[in-house]
């Protein structure tokens, strides 16, 4: 589904979806924006086991980017990492920092296919990498 800018609503959407079987995959074009969303994704995406009483069988994945500085830095606004900050915030959720190309699509596989207690995983790409 191809969202309007509308960061705290799209994660709303992702839940609801996830709610209802769904395994969607909520992309932020950059990590900066993503926090736009941090109540959605801390208060509830985060807690959604505890909030259904365990029922809740579905995933949360999302993907977002730390903005490149190469070859053309866009400012402090769309190129930092909140990583560090998102693991302290979030109790049941994964944050997977996607160093490598060739572990991408390996990473993405073992997410959809786990059995994990986890239920929501942000997948951080650099665009540095890209460049």
């Known amino acids: 589904i191809e969202m309007p800018v509308m960061e705290e609503v799209q994660m709303g959407i992702s839940i609801g979806l996830a709610l209802d079987g769904f ?10 924006f993503l926090v736009l969303a941090f109540n959605q994704l801390i208060n509830h995406a985060d807690k959604i086991d505890y909030l259904t009483n365990n029922k809740f069988k579905s995933k949360i994945i999302i993907r977002t980017l730390i903005g490149s500085t190469k070859p053309l830095n866009a400012g402090l606004q769309h190129t930092q990492d909140h990583s560090d900050a998102l693991k302290k915030m979030m109790n049941f959720s994964e944050v997977i920092k996607l160093k490598k190309k060739e572990r991408i699509f390996n990473s993405y596989k073992r997410v959809i296919s786990a059995k994990s207690k986890k239920k929501v995983f942000i997948f951080v790409e650099d665009g540095n990498k890209y460049v």
């Open 23 to 32: 395994i969607p995959v909520s992309c932020y074009p950059r990590f900066d």
